[in-house]
């Protein structure tokens, strides 16, 4: 025990001169795993194993060599917790605490949620404002974008959908030529952070710098219409919430129960905030279509 105890000591010294996360480097953790899958997962073991794993973590693709990391990440966990050190992350994540299949429970419910009020939002879309009305093409796209995507996407798609509103529909040529270059530059962002190298810190840097216009851009266009357009004021509010509650998603702490991280939190405030934009784009939707109406019938 004192052996492990002086290693974990040295590792935690040097965690902060290292990349990569301090868990899975851990010697006690790697002769945990390994002694874990030399004994269960070849063999008679692994069909014993296979035999007693619940149909629905097989579904999931959870494997013996899975179960492994899982069982050995918390004997990790409890040894850095009983020697007095921070909890480590493993594998770029936290240590959470494992329901049925799920290994992040409350950001799954969470995105599970966020889904469903999407869901109810674009019924609710679907059933008040007219497919004849000019924004509705765009607000649809949108909402099938908003849980089911990564952030960037949802983040440029914004960005898009706030083009086709200030510019796009008295310049549609304007619109397309942005989209592109959007679809540009999401391409090349994935395929860089997936085939080139993952840098947790350029992908930070990307998702703040398009933030910060997708903030500016619909702002400027609330205060310029605010009088004109009361509605453009749940608008306001929603964009400064979302500014506000992505500051969740720059904090780092272990999760609170193994179970409610940063994340999660930040996935759970953003339920109403998509129900109020919603409800802004139903509202300006059917205002546009209202002028359309009225532009027709005077020419």
């Known amino acids: ?28 953790y790697r002769d945990c795993v390994h002694r874990c899958e030399e004994r269960n997962c070849s063999g ?64 799954a419910m969470a995105s599970f949620l966020n889904g469903l009020a999407s869901l109810v939002m674009l019924c609710r879309y679907h059933t008040s404002v007219p497919a004849s009305s000019p924004m509705y093409p765009t607000c649809v796209a949108f909402a099938w974008k908003m849980d089911y995507f990564c952030a960037s996407t949802v983040i440029l798609h ?38 080139v190298h993952f840098d947790y810190g350029y992908n930070l840097a990307a998702n703040v710098a398009i933030g910060l216009v997708n903030v500016v851009w619909w702002l400027a266009w609330c205060l310029r219409n605010q009088r004109r357009l009361p509605h453009v004021r749940k608008c306001m509010v929603v964009v400064l919430l979302l500014q506000g509650l992505s500051l969740l998603e720059l904090l780092d702490f272990p999760p609170f129960f193994w179970v409610l991280d940063a994340h999660a939190i930040w996935h759970i405030s953003t339920i109403p905030v998509h129900v109020l934009f919603f409800s802004f784009l139903e509202d300006d939707s059917l205002y546009l279509l209202k002028e359309s109406e009225a532009k027709f019938k005077l020419d």
Request: proline share 5%.
């Open 44 to 107: 008679g073991a692994l069909r014993h194993f296979r035999s007693r794993q619940p149909i629905y973590m097989s579904l999931a693709g959870w494997t013996c060599q899975d179960d492994c990391k899982y069982e050995c990440m918390w004997v990790t966990v409890g040894l850095y917790l009983k020697e007095g050190h921070k909890v480590p992350q493993f594998h770029g994540k936290w240590p959470f605490s494992r329901f049925l299949f799920f290994q992040e429970p409350a950001s």
């Open 158 to 195: 914004s960005v898009y959908l706030c083009c086709v509103r200030t510019v796009g529909l008295q310049h549609p040529a304007v619109a397309s030529a942005f989209r592109a270059l959007l679809l540009l530059m999401l391409t090349a962002h994935v395929s860089y952070l997936s085939l």
């Open 1 to 28: 025990m004192a052996g492990r105890t002086a290693r974990l000591v040295l590792l935690a010294g040097a965690a902060a001169l290292a990349s990569g996360s301090q868990g899975d480097r851990e010697p006690v």
